[in-house]
């Protein structure tokens, strides 16, 4: 049985290490960052083209099986999965790292949300680690962002005061500690991704007593079966025997 794992995480790397000897697998990126983190094995890169793209294509490919390892926050290409799947009656499963404990953070439901909290709490100095696609929300914005993404976002989508880092993770907790003190940030707005690489951050925030503006997850689509780790999906690819 072949089997598409949507990746693009480390957990789906996870995967397709621990698959990919004895499961015909291929793994699929969508192409945004230059030289990205390649999973072990046959990889296929960029949009299916919606979901009638996806469905022909896992037809022709003859996929007998979906593990949807995406970002928790790539909400268009989970849903896709979702109905592709669901139509064609092939068995899906979402693999979704646990969340973060919100804990104190002011939590949001979307960047526009996380925009009018950073407005309405008068924050001056923020720590704007919502990625590429999340500055647009602030553009507007009067506040001065240190924004840290890992690749540029469109100029237009930037607020007016800014600095701007491209990296990526892992981010270790003496670091995250120094930035925010070196750049007197008085707020941290994060999405809720969830797992290690990205955490320090809020271990260093809640050191440092700034407080966090984390945008929760999109709620996956109704009736999905979901795991939160890499075991229990290699688990249930196993089991389809
Ligand atoms: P998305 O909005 O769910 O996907 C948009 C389109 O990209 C999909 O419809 C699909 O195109 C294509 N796509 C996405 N993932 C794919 C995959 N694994 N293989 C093939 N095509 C794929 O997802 P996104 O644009 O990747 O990101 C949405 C949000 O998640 C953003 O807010 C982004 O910042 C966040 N994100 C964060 C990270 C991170 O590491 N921090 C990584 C990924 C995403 P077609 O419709 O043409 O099939």
Same mark, same amino acid.
């Given at each position: 049985m072949r089997v598409l794992l949507l990746g693009g995480t480390a957990e789906g790397r996870a995967l397709a290490k621990a698959l990919h000897s004895r499961i015909d697998i291929v793994s699929s990126l &969508?192409?945004?960052? #230059?030289d990205p983190a390649l999973p072990v094995g046959p990889v296929r890169v960029g949009g299916f083209g919606g979901v009638d793209g996806l469905r022909r294509w896992l037809l022709d490919e003859r996929i007998g099986a979906v593990i949807d390892a995406t970002h928790p926050f790539a909400a268009t290409m989970t849903a896709h999965a979702a109905q592709a799947c669901a139509e064609l009656q092939i068995p899906h499963l979402v693999l979704a790292r646990p969340a973060w404990d919100p804990g104190d953070a002011i939590v949001v439901e979307s960047d526009t949300k996380a925009a009018e909290a950073v407005a309405r709490h008068d924050f001056s100095r923020v720590f704007l *680690? $919502?990625?590429?696609?999340? $500055?647009r929300a602030f553009a507007g914005s009067d506040s001065w962002f240190l924004i840290r993404a890992v690749t540029e976002p469109d #100029? &237009? &989508?930037? #607020?007016?005061?800014h600095q701007l880092v491209l990296s990526r993770g892992p981010y270790r907790y003496d670091g995250e500690l120094a930035l925010m003190r070196e750049h007197r940030i008085d707020a941290l707005v994060t999405k809720?991704?969830?797992?290690?690489? *990205?955490r320090a951050k809020l271990d260093a925030a809640a050191a440092l007593g700034i407080p966090v503006v984390m945008v929760a997850r999109p709620p996956l689509p109704a009736g999905v079966a979901a795991v939160g780790s890499v075991e229990q999906a290699a688990q249930w690819v196993t089991g389809l025997g």
């Open positions: &969508a192409g945004r960052v #230059p *680690t $919502t990625g590429r696609s999340g $500055t #100029p &237009a &989508a930037l #607020p007016r005061r809720n991704s969830g797992g290690q690489m *990205t």
